[in-house]
């Protein structure tokens, strides 16, 4: 039972809507340096308050690096949204200690805290914050990497931009990368080679490469290899290559009663980097068996997002159509002067007065049967008792 209540608690306060965009701190993140001994540094924040009332909060910093970090203020008090002292900004004062361990990222926490109530009447204590990011040298060399690939489009020209920062104490005479693509859970498609150049200590540089894509549109994974003075990097990124291309994925046809209106889900993608606008669905129908086109469907105009998959509505009203059976549509997609298309099936049914009424109609003629055979034999059992009392 105990049990029950927590999990109920903890529904009400965690998963109950609070608005945890009450305030914004800008600038995010407010410093990303190296390690400098006794580094001294002031910058500022600026608390924005996003709510139509006044509003109070705590300044807070946490971290391994709160002993060294101050705020001009500790509580700050805010207008509304949109009004003359909504944003109040602050200094800021770091120090760095003379010494700091372990090599790597140190990240220090500045936060605003404030108490946000929810529809229930429970209150939480939310933070927002903006990190303070150190990096403290490894021994030798110490190479970190990200991978941005642009323009990975069906028979254009993508490029590979590895972002490499050395993160040692000791520079880099000479670093390159190996990127070889395949195609997802498939065999290698490509193999790529930067160029080669060095990397100077807590220096951050560029290793790219040039692919011609003439693969299939889908989706892709590099695995990137950096060789630097004896050691090596490996990262992994998936990506997807692309083309200006809506593809209907799928059409979902329930049958329809005839004369009535029929919804219709075409289930479509975008293949493409970019969203596109303007497309539409038409769908031709024609009864199987019959000469041609009896009538067709079109959807309204839509959007769609870059890798989006999207469910199309189209409306057929099956008024035009010739009774019921069975029906082919052809849907087609319209977008950037080019088309795709599907063909599927769809039935219709017969409405009262074409599939209850003949129905009906055999059910009364069975029941006229039944009904003669059965006078038909009390009257022979009656004839046969008659005969028999005439003969005693």
Known sequence: MRRI???FLFLIIFVLPFRAEALSIAPSPLLEMNFEPNFSTTKYICVTNEEPGEMT????????????ISLEKYYVH???KGTPGSSVCMNVNITLP????PPGKHITGIFASYLQENVEGFSVRLKVGTPVIVYVPYPGKYVEASLRIENAEVNKTANFVLDVVNRGNESISEMYARID?????????????TERKPLASKKSGTLTAKWFVDVLPGEYSADVRIYYDGNFKRIEKNFMVGEPSIKILEVKAEPVKNGTVGKIHVIVKNLWSEGMDGAYINIDFRKKGGLGRVSSAKSSTFSIRPWEEKDVTVYWDTSAAEGPGTYEGNATIYYLNKTGSMIFEIEVIGGFGETEAPLLLVAAVCAVLVIVVFVAARRRRKRGVQKTLKTI
């Open 5 to 7: 209540c927590f999990l």
């Open 57 to 68: 909060f705590e300044m807070l910093v946490e971290g391994g690096l709160k002993d060294y």
């Open 78 to 80: 805010t207008k509304p």
């Open 98 to 101: 003379e010494k700091l361990e």
């Open 181 to 193: 693509i395949y195609k997802a859970n498939s065999s290698r498609v490509a193999t790529l080679t």
